[in-house]
């Protein structure tokens, strides 16, 4: 029997079907059908899948240990002052990542003053800002913008 454990994201969902992504390996799984209750775009999901035979290109759920949603927010707040020292020392375009103290990950990026909204608005749209979310384990995404610098928090509760 050809089973994958895992961290999934939703990425496509519809009334029959959903397709998942693996958020470690980036793996696409396309579920021959969807439990209950469906699967929405945006969840992300621990558990276990089966391919079916005779292919194997199709898989079903064997378990669901974990169903969640994870928020990516922007807050009214500025970036701090450790993020702004950070972003002082990048060019523009630069990513700097730095573990969390416990859980979690910051991300500080440099944008071109003029671009700063949209790029905080491009985070927030990204899935893939979610898959990076349940890859580290984390509850929520903080995104945080000021002129040129742009910081995107991965946090637990």
């Known amino acids: 029997m050809n089973e994958t454990e895992g961290t999934f994201l939703v ?3 519809d009334a029959e079907t959903a397709i998942l992504t693996d958020v470690a390996t980036s793996q ?3 579920l021959g ?3 209950d209750p469906p699967l929405e775009p945006g969840e992300v999901i621990v558990g276990t899948l ?3 035979p005779p292919t194997t290109a199709i898989y079903a ?3 669901i240990d ?8 922007y807050s009214d ?4 002052k450790q993020e702004h020292d950070i972003a002082a020392d990048q060019s523009v375009g630069e990513l700097t990542r730095q573990p969390r103290a416990g ?3 910051l991300h500080v990026l440099t944008v071109p003053d003029d671009r700063t909204e949209q790029a905080a608005r491009d985070v927030i749209d990204d899935r893939q800002t979610v898959a990076r979310a349940a890859r580290l384990g984390v509850d929520r995404v903080e995104v945080r913008a000021a002129e040129g610098v742009l910081s995107v928090r991965y946090l637990p509760e």
């Open 66 to 73: 974990e169903r969640r949603t994870i928020p990516v927010e």
């Open 33 to 35: 059908e969807q439990p």
């Open 28 to 30: 696409v799984h396309t």
């Open 50 to 52: 089966v391919a079916e």
């Open 61 to 63: 759920i064997e378990s």
């Open 11 to 13: 990425s496509e969902s």
């Open 103 to 105: 859980k979690g990950e």
């Open 77 to 80: 707040e500025s970036p701090t």
